[in-house]
DNA sequence: GTTGACGTTTACGTTAACGTAAACTTTAAT
DNA sequence: ATTAAAGTTTACGTTAACGTAAACGTCAAC
């Protein structure tokens, strides 16, 4: 476990934090999301992979696959070099955004509808009440 | 095909407008989200079916399975009869709600880390014009 | 020195949401 | 009559995202 000195976190400690198992952790990296080191043969978790962790499980809540996941968190880092390159990431960031306000969207309807839905809900409750 | 009288759609027609296949249409059916009638042997679709069918894709969108959506569209008709019944109606309704708001708070975010994507983007695309 | 908590690898199992294909019927058009 | 297009049922296949279990190592504590 040892002390949180605040700059490295061991598996069962991220996995508690975000209320995840430890299987699921290991499982992103096997899917080449994470890239913890090792002390040992034992994993350990820096500030960043944290970061990491925590935009997988926010695209996740959004309903995006690993790979989706992946892609917009390799986004946040244009390494990638010539021109032709990052005019393509532009367009692919445009995209998700795209994508990102069509679910706006989706959820103010869906608000609407639950809004409607409590209306309804409360009619039938008062119809109870005669 | 029949003429489009706009009362009733075909299988084939319901695939086509939302981009879907007859085979994911008949899944639905089999997983009790939709429930058409039959022209004999054949499916015939009634505009409330196609609007069911809206709200599975849209609950999609979001990230919702299947089981999810069929549980945010029977919370629009509170024909379940006791008072306890709809009071529990209420709580899942509201339930939906926080989650929704959450999906808001996640967009937010990711569209922020977006633009900050596009900025790095565009940055590294001007130190090659040097 | 053994127990218990935590870690590891390997591997098979499971569920959701369809895809794909076969084998057949019905309807529309040539 | 014979295609061609669209429909049907049945059933096996596939992928993603883990769950579950076995079998083992390590190390601090009693």
Known sequence: MSTNTADSYSISELAQEFGITTRTIR????????????R??????????????KLILRGKRLGFSL????????????????????????D???????QLRQQQRDI?????????ATARTEAALKEHSN
């Open 27 to 38: 499982f992103y990296e096997d899917k080449g999301l994470l890239t913890p080191q090792r």
């Open 108 to 116: 103010e309807k869906m608000l609407a509808q639950l809004d409607d």
């Open 67 to 90: 790979d989706e996941s992946r892609e917009i968190i390799d986004m946040y880092d244009p390494a990638h070099g010539n021109v032709e390159q990052l005019n393509r990431l532009l």
């Open 92 to 98: 692919r960031i445009d995209a998700k955004r795209q």
């Open 40 to 53: 040992g043969q034992t994993r350990v978790y820096t500030p960043e992979d944290r970061v990491r962790l």
